[in-house]
């Protein structure tokens, strides 16, 4: 039997590629923006993306009410950073949607929309 949140081989499935079923899944009934954080290389120069630490890896809004989301993805093994916390404890107290997904299903409860 699989165990949810691994693959076929038993390893952990890659963020990365629970963001990209959450980013396609809620496609239907929001808008949802991938966010990264930190800096790059540039040829020489390192450019920063204008994002703080902790902002959560995917955003958005509802298409039906326009109601802001940030969804934090972390695998089955996954644990948030010190900054990304405390960005949660932020948005808690805004009128915004805000979690930590570790699937699909986490993602649809978080932004309030049916699977």
């Known amino acids: 039997m699989i165990k949810p949140g691994y693959d076929l081989t038993g390893k952990?499935?890659?963020?990365?590629?629970?963001?990209?079923?959450?980013?396609?899944?809620?496609?239907?009934?929001?808008?949802v923006f991938r966010a990264n954080v930190g800096t790059f290389k540039q040829g020489n120069r390192f450019i920063s993306t204008g994002l703080p630490k902790g902002f959560p890896d995917l955003f958005g809004f509802r298409k039906s009410d326009g109601k802001m989301f940030f969804i934090e993805v972390k695998n089955v093994k996954g644990r948030?950073?010190?900054?990304?916390?405390?960005?949660?404890?932020?948005m808690e107290k805004q009128k915004v949607l805000y979690g930590v997904a570790r699937s699909v299903e986490d993602a649809f409860k978080i932004v309030g929309v049916r699977v």
């Open 80 to 90: 948030l950073s010190p900054e990304q916390i405390d960005f949660g404890k932020q």
């Open 12 to 31: 952990p499935i890659p963020e990365k590629t629970i963001q990209d079923q959450i980013r396609s899944a809620l496609s239907y009934t929001c808008y």
